[in-house]
């Protein structure tokens, strides 16, 4: 999709027109501050993660921004539709979530009624442990070490749920003598301007617990 740099519509398979369109409904329902065409801007924060001296240049910053907005694309009869050429996708937000629903869907098929999942920190459960007792999720603590494990500040019952976390504590870097994280709002393109460093969400869907968690 994203070497697909053209307005013409481009085919594409059945699940991804289905993720896409779940995001792109996500992002309508948070004005943009989960937004799957933030690739410009992730691709910023990744290199100055890995050359921090290189900094952020404010121009740079800028000119992603507007190649940024989820209005810029569709799905339309099985195609994708970009209104800009040069427009990219990045679903790093929800991918993992819609991932976790497309297997907890094909183990309830195949009559399996309790499972707990867990890709890239996003969990998802279905019943009970063998026990009668529920599953039992922890929340870190954005304080603890993680070199020395991940230290939960919570721990919550889950049963039929999903529940994901998003937070800057474990992707910053020091950037022109600041702190810059991979957690950015995508309708300024910078780091949001508050003391809040972890959100989590409680859903049905692990998709949409996934890319609320990043909206919050």
């Keep these: 999709v994203n070497a697909h740099v053209s307005t013409?519509?481009?085919?594409?398979?059945?699940?991804?027109a289905d993720v896409l369109e779940q995001a792109l409904v996500i992002a309508a329902a948070t004005d943009g501050a989960y937004d799957p065409?933030?690739?410009?801007?992730?691709d910023l924060y990744r290199r100055a993660k890995q050359n921090p001296d290189l900094g952020l240049m404010d121009e740079e910053l800028q000119k992603?921004?507007?190649?940024?907005?989820y209005r810029m694309i569709s799905v339309e009869g099985g195609k994708?539709?970009?209104?800009?050429p040069d427009l990219e996708i990045d679903l790093d937000?929800?991918?993992?979530?819609?991932a976790a629903d497309a297997i907890a869907a094909k183990f309830t098929e195949l009559g399996i009624a309790s499972f707990y999942l867990e890709i890239t920190g996003e969990v998802l459960c279905r019943g009970v442990k063998p026990n009668g007792e529920p599953w039992r999720i922890g929340v870190v603590d954005p304080a603890s070490d993680s070199s020395s494990g991940q230290t939960p500040i919570v721990t919550l019952p889950l049963r039929d749920g999903a529940l994901c976390s998003s937070g800057d504590y474990r992707n910053a870097v020091i950037v022109g003598g600041r702190v810059v994280h991979h957690i950015f709002d995508p309708r300024t393109g910078r780091n949001p301007e508050h003391a809040l460093v972890s959100?989590?969400?409680?859903?049905?869907s692990c998709a949409v617990a996934d890319a609320l968690g990043t909206a919050l």
Excluded: W
């Design 64 to 69: 992603a921004n507007e190649r940024v907005g």
């Design 80 to 84: 994708l539709v970009k209104q800009r």
């Design 93 to 98: 937000g929800i991918v993992a979530g819609a």
């Design 8 to 16: 013409e519509p481009m085919a594409v398979s059945d699940r991804f």
């Design 199 to 204: 959100v989590s969400v409680i859903a049905e």
């Design 37 to 42: 065409t933030l690739k410009p801007l992730s």
